[in-house]
């Protein structure tokens, strides 16, 4: 997908991306947003300013998801919240979505609550696995998963919630080896299992607010999908 905008400016129906992202995310109760900015950050900036309680951190090298939260541990110093974190590019993941996953990180007092989505072609996205009793047990991206691991149709939407400082903390453990040689944030899931964190993940019901931007076609289906009022 070719455009002289960074991503998550790119509008749909004349909002950009990242616009219907911030307002799902407020509507959901957040009270403070921190936007991780890298390439064309102005554009971004510019975009996301008008939004109440919003800051930015800039990430200057671009190391993987799990580098990115990390860049944003100063702000959380001596606070102890919930942290969301959301993908600029998923334009249709619902309030309601958002609100049930940080309902659920609260009743089962988990370490990480991970948002997932049941696709018929899961090609592209990281898998959730589980074990024998349904239990998460660990996300592979698909670069790194095995033939088996790829046939699993339930995949990682890049939504979670966490818990601060704790977080920070585990953040520091994550390695990167992997073929992208990146800090990859689902890499928590193990660490956390390790130590004995309750770490889940939620299924969204429309597994059609699991759809990101990577192409033109992903463009004109969410496009689509929004005017329809389907997600």
Known sequence: MKSELPKVAIPINNKPIISYVIENVLSAGIKSIIVVVGYKKDQVI????PYPNISF???????GTGHALLCCEDRFKNLD???LVACGDAPAISASSFRSLLDLHFKENNSVTVLSAKL????GYGRILRDANNHLVEIKEEKDATSDEKTVQEINTGTYVFNSPDVFKQLKRIGNENVQKEYYLPDLIKIYRSIGGNVNAMQLSNSF???GINSVEDLHQISQLIKKDTI
Do not use: G, R, Y
């Open 46 to 49: 510019s975009i996301c300013e």
């Open 57 to 63: 951190v800039e990430q200057t090298e671009q190391l």
């Open 81 to 83: 919240t919930k942290v």
């Open 120 to 123: 018929e072609k899961p090609t």
């Open 209 to 211: 607010e699991s759809l």
